[in-house]
C-alpha cells in the first residue's frame, strides 16, 4: 500500500530536474565538493523516487553514505538521510527506512531543522501507516502539523489530508473488526 505517495504534478518538469540535478551532483562531485555532492544527491534522489524510479535513487545514495554520515552536521545531510529513508520505503526496505528516518529526525532535533523535521516526520508517517503502525504515524502526522502551523507552511494542508485519510482508513478497519 503506497499510502497518499506524491506525484508529480508535471511529469516533463519533473523530467527536466532530474537532469539538472543529475548535473549539479556531477559537478559537486567532480570539484570535490562533498557537502554539495551530498545536498546534490539528496535532491536527485527525492526527484527519482517521485518518478518511480526510487531503485536508481536507493544505489545512487547508497554509494554516499559515508559522506552524507561525515556531512551530518549540515542540513543537506538530514535532507540526504530523509530522501534516503524514503527510497528504501517505496523499495520494501521498510525496516531500514524506519532506521533512517529516525536517524534523520534526531538530526533535526538536534540541530533545530523545522521545517526539514516536518518532511521528515510526513515522510516516516506514510511509512508508518504501509505498516499498519497507525498510532505512531498518527503521532508523526500530528508533530508534522504542528510544526507547519508554527512555520506557516502551506504543506499544512497535506498532513490534514493525510491525517483525514489515517482517520478514513481507521474508521475501514475498525469495520473489518
Request: glycine fraction near 4%.
Amino acid at each position: 500500500m503506497e499510502f497518499m505517495r506524491f506525484n508529480s504534478p508535471d511529469p516533463d518538469a519533473l523530467a527536466i530536474g532530474i537532469e539538472e540535478a543529475r548535473a549539479k551532483f556531477a559537478a559537486a562531485r567532480l570539484a570535490g565538493d562533498m557537502l554539495a555532492t551530498v545536498e546534490h544527491a539528496a535532491d536527485l534522489g527525492s526527484m527519482l523516487t517521485t518518478a518511480r524510479r526510487e531503485g536508481e535513487a536507493l544505489e545512487l545514495m547508497q554509494t554516499l553514505l559515508a559522506e552524507a554520515e561525515a556531512q551530518a552536521a549540515h542540513e543537506p545531510a538530514g535532507w540526504f538521510f530523509n530522501a534516503y529513508a524514503t527510497a528504501l520505503q517505496y523499495c520494501d526496505r521498510r525496516d531500514e527506512a524506519n532506521d533512517v528516518f529516525a536517524k534523520a529526525l534526531a538530526l533535526c532535533r538536534n540541530s533545530r531543522w523545522s521545517r526539514l523535521q516536518s518532511f521528515v516526520l510526513q515522510h516516516w508517517g506514510r511509512s508508518l501507516v504501509e505498516r499498519q503502525r497507525l498510532d505512531e504515524a498518527q503521532a508523526c502526522f500530528m508533530e508534522a502539523l504542528d510544526l507547519r502551523v508554527q512555520l506557516n507552511d502551506p504543506r499544512q494542508a497535506s498532513t490534514r489530508k493525510a491525517l483525514e485519510a489515517l482517520a478514513e482508513l481507521r474508521g475501514l478497519r475498525d469495520d473489518r473488526d
